[in-house]
Structures are given as structure tokens and as C-alpha cells.
């Protein structure tokens, strides 16, 4: 599958309040949002989704648009449609702003999985799915995705809206770490640096 047909959206709008302010943390000598930019974008049509933009300084390290969630304060589902609806990649990769691990090449892995038909392949993790590290249809999760957030705005039930494919992905324990309180961070950065 051709690299600039896959554009990737990460997702950078939460509101962090267990780890405020944690993607401008340090991360292998980055800020996190900038790492998990530096991974994921090489080659690819590349947005981040947020509330706001970043310090001047991080911003610099980001050189991609952003998008300002239409609907703040809504969840993932509402960072994903109000970004998606200004991207033009037919498949859109989605990885969250604080996943560090997540890299190209696992874009390209699941990329291999899909199939005519799919319009989302989803990692299967430890007995849970992982849908911010997921390739999503673009149209068709805009299309299944409206609908519901105007009612619960669960994204999950956007995937079971889908066809989703669900791919096994147990061989790095680390792969989908993402960082939500201190010792989450503390546990990473160790790693990383």
C-alpha cells in the first residue's frame, strides 16, 4: 500500500487531568507530542488534532496542521471527525499524541493486514482493542461517526459500525504504552532515555 495514501491523525486534545501539560514532557529528548510526530509521519499527510496549539517552541517541532476540535470536550470520537473532515487521505492512521512506541512501521504492518472491504483495522492487545493506534476508512468513519456524536459519542461503537478487521498484536508489550498519570511517565521516560 502506497505511504502518502494512508495519512496519519494524532491525537493531541485530551484534557490530561491526571498528567497535565504531559505531551510537552520530555521524551528521548523531545516533547512527546513531537516524538510521537517524528515517528508516525514520515512519508505520510500528517495532522494534529487538538484544543489549542502548542508553546511557540513546540509547535515549531510540529510542522503539520492542526485542527481545533469542532465539538471541545467531547472525547477522542470528536478530535478524529473534526480532524478527518479536513484531511484527504482515503485511510487515515490514528495513533494518540502520547504514544511514544508507535511507530511507521506499524503503520505499515497493519496497512499489510487490510483487505478489500475493510473499512478498519484494529489492533487486538491483551484482551482489549487499541483504536488510537487503529487505520480507519476515512469517509466511512465520518459517515458512521456523525451519527453518534450527536448521541453517546463512544467511538467504539463508530468501530462496531464498521467493517472492522481485527489484528493480533501481542509481541511488544510496550507498542501501546501511553502515558496517563506520573508513574506512567516515569516508567516511559526510563525507557527513552
Not at 100 to 112: E, N, Q, Y
Not at 120 to 149: K, S
Request: charged share 20%; net charge negative; aromatic share 6%.
Amino acid at each position: 500500500m502506497d505511504a502518502p495514501e494512508i495519512g496519519v491523525l494524532i491525537l493531541a486534545g485530551g484534557e490530561a487531568t491526571r498528567l497535565p501539560n504531559k505531551l510537552e514532557l520530555a521524551a528521548g529528548g523531545l516533547p512527546m507530542i513531537a516524538r510521537v510526530y517524528r515517528n508516525v509521519s514520515p512519508g505520510r499527510e500528517t495532522f494534529v488534532s487538538c484544543k489549542a496549539t502548542f508553546p511557540a517552541e513546540i509547535d515549531a517541532l510540529l510542522p503539520c496542521p492542526m485542527v481545533v476540535d469542532r465539538w471541545p470536550l467531547r472525547g477522542p470520537l470528536a478530535g478524529m471527525l473534526s480532524t478527518m473532515l479536513e484531511m484527504r487521505s482515503p485511510l487515515v492512521f490514528a495513533v494518540a499524541g502520547d504514544a511514544p512506541f508507535v511507530t511507521s512501521a506499524f503503520i505499515d504492518r497493519l496497512a499489510g493486514e487490510r483487505r478489500p472491504g475493510d473499512e478498519a483495522i484494529v489492533p487486538r492487545h491483551r484482551g482489549g482493542i487499541e483504536p488510537l493506534a487503529a487505520i480507519y476508512d476515512r469517509a466511512a468513519f465520518v459517515r458512521a461517526g456523525l451519527p453518534q456524536l450527536a448521541g453517546k459519542g463512544a467511538l467504539r461503537l463508530v468501530i462496531d459500525a464498521l467493517a472492522t478487521r481485527y489484528v493480533a498484536v501481542d509481541d511488544d508489550p510496550r507498542l501501546f504504552a501511553n502515558i496517563n498519570t506520573p508513574a506512567d511517565y516515569a516508567s516511559v521516560h526510563e525507557v527513552l532515555t
